[in-house]
């Protein structure tokens, strides 16, 4: 009786730790999943001249643009987490911006 007993409770504290590490399996999705993406109409956006595609913008449009700047080769742009053309930017704290955007927070890589 008592291996039965023994063999019992492995089985419950295998399931009780197993319960317990299932959201953790779901983590890697979650991340994965990303931030939501900026929107140039929000009002952050729009402060900072948020654009989605820097091809668009003209030193007459915004002074502070420089042909050839973008979020992917912003210091504020974090390529390390970047997935699918977005990441996450310093300047828009819980927001992925799209890696061909700007703003007039650009700061170039050094």
């Known amino acids: 009786m008592s291996e039965l007993s023994s ?14 590490a299932l959201p953790l399996a779901r983590l890697p999705q979650a991340l994965a999943a990303g931030l939501p993406h900026l929107n140039p109409a929000d009002p952050a956006a729009k402060a900072l001249g948020y654009t989605d595609d820097a091809a668009k913008l003209t030193a007459a449009k915004e002074p502070t643009y420089k042909k050839g700047d973008d979020c992917a080769n912003c210091a ?10 977005y990441g996450p930017c310093a300047a828009f704290p819980g927001k992925d911006v799209h890696e061909k955007g700007w703003c007039r927070a650009h700061s170039p890589k050094t």
């Open 76 to 85: 504020l742009f974090q390529s390390a987490q970047a997935s699918g053309g």
């Open 7 to 20: 063999s019992r409770r492995k089985f419950l504290r295998n399931l009780a730790v197993g319960a317990a």
